[in-house]
């Protein structure tokens, strides 16, 4: 029962995570048109996020064995929870900043606190593996659901009407319930703290040290790229299906929802794939499928004409294709994740998990930042085709990794 209550409290930190991080494409798309700003400048809250990810990974590393998992995880909840209560206190773009700079701090200590309690909670890679892909296809199903939550308080008629705001006393309410059930719940940590356990400036030297084996930089690497093309797409598919394929705001960010539901079905079937098919073979298959539906459907986006009566019945095709490329993506994260966690001894998860968010935060950064440059100085077309190039970065960047894996599977078994 204490087993079945943390790994609950778990999942749920994770999808209300799911639901904050992954809002930004929503909200940008608001700040746009309530707030008044450019599409550069908006893009500038993906930064608030990702770059405060990045850095204080590196702090969190440091102090997290010695704070706990699940009192850092009840941390970055009141944290959000404190953040989201001012949004519609002190409404504007500043306020919005703030909000995306605590939900990037708090997440970096929840991803390494989450990362760390399943090799906590689980004994071999096939359980970790199962685990993981469990916790990510879930975290997808939060982010359908925040599309969904933030789309519902949207006004239809008014875009530009604060009312959307009020979302965030939800959020808050939600916080407060789930650092509740963390804190009657229960955690085992002290395999975090045996023998080879690190705290202190020696958990940042663990992750200098852990960027020095080839296996880890290329798999660094693979999820930096990974991210890049994710949050291109996952950032700016709001505004995509606005501004390209003529939508309403409210229906331009349901339909973007259909990206996260690929993406969790795909995540929570990718363990019954990897039973039958190699993970290297399932990746470059998912990789070479997205090239191909990239290629295939942006042109479907072509010449779209507004319509004052149109619904999810009459509305473009590429608006329901495009995002069918989350079921391209979902295996790839997560599968990486665990083959690159498991290798490790548990104690070093911590300081692994701390790289995984530094390197993802960037890539997301600049795959939202490079796609808002080109939005903005040419189409949204123009900026999902340019995915394209580091999709083919990533054919390579696995290569690297599964050939890495392979020489320390064979060092292991020396």
């Known amino acids: 029962m204490s087993r079945t209550r943390i790994v609950l409290a778990l999942v749920l930190v994770y999808m209300l995570f799911a639901v ?13 048109v309530g707030f008044g700003v450019d599409k550069p400048t908006a893009s500038l809250l993906e930064a608030c996020k990702d770059l405060t990810i990045a850095g204080a990974s590196f702090v969190v590393a440091s102090f997290l064995p010695a704070l706990g998992y699940r009192r850092s995880m009840m941390l970055s909840l009141v944290i959000v929870a404190t953040a989201c209560v001012f949004m519609p206190l002190y409404p504007g773009f500043r306020t919005t900043e703030i909000l995306f700079v605590c939900i990037g701090a708090s997440f970096a200590m929840t991803k390494v606190a989450v990362y760390s309690s399943i090799g906590l909670l689980t004994t071999d890679r096939a359980g970790h593996s199962r685990l993981t892909n469990m916790i990510e296809g879930l975290f997808m199903v939060g982010v359908l659901l925040g599309s969904w939550l933030f789309s519902a308080f949207i006004d239809r008629d008014a875009p530009a009407n604060p009312s959307w705001l009020r979302v965030y006393w939800l959020l808050a309410a939600l916080a407060a319930a789930i650092a509740l059930l963390l804190a009657t719940s229960s955690l085992d940590e002290s395999a975090a703290h045996g023998k080879g356990a690190l705290g202190g400036g020696k958990s940042l030297t663990a992750m200098v040290g852990l960027m020095a084996r080839p296996l880890v930089y290329c798999f660094l690497i693979s999820a930096f790229l990974y991210v890049l093309i994710e949050q291109s797409f996952g950032t700016w598919l709001p505004t995509f299906n606005r501004e390209i394929l003529k939508l309403p705001n409210t229906m331009s960010v349901q339909l973007a929802s259909i990206l996260a539901g690929a993406t969790a079905i795909g995540r929570i079937g990718a363990g019954l794939l990897m039973r039958r098919v190699p993970w290297y073979v399932l990746l470059n298959l998912c990789v070479v499928a997205m090239g191909a539906l990239v290629v295939l459907t942006l042109p479907l986006a072509q010449s779209v004409v507004a319509r004052a009566d149109v619904g999810w019945f009459n509305a473009p095709i590429a608006a329901y294709v495009i995002p069918l490329i989350g079921l391209l993506m979902a295996p790839i994260y997560p599968v990486i994740n665990s083959v690159a966690l498991s290798s490790l ?19 997301g950064t600049l795959g ?4 808002a440059i080109v939005f903005a100085r040419f189409d949204g077309i123009h900026a999902f085709y340019f995915s394209l190039v580091p999709m083919t970065l990533l054919l390579v960047a696995l290569f690297l990794f599964s050939r890495e894996t392979e ?3 064979v060092a292991q078994g020396a």
Do not use: D
Not at 368 to 371: E, F, L, M, N
């Open 368 to 371: 939202s930042r490079i796609t």
């Open 20 to 32: 904050l991080l992954n809002s930004v494409g929503t909200v940008i798309l608001q700040s746009i």
């Open 407 to 409: 020489r320390a599977a």
């Open 345 to 363: 001894p548990k104690p070093l998860h911590a300081a692994m998990t701390g790289l995984i968010v530094v390197f993802s935060a960037l890539g």
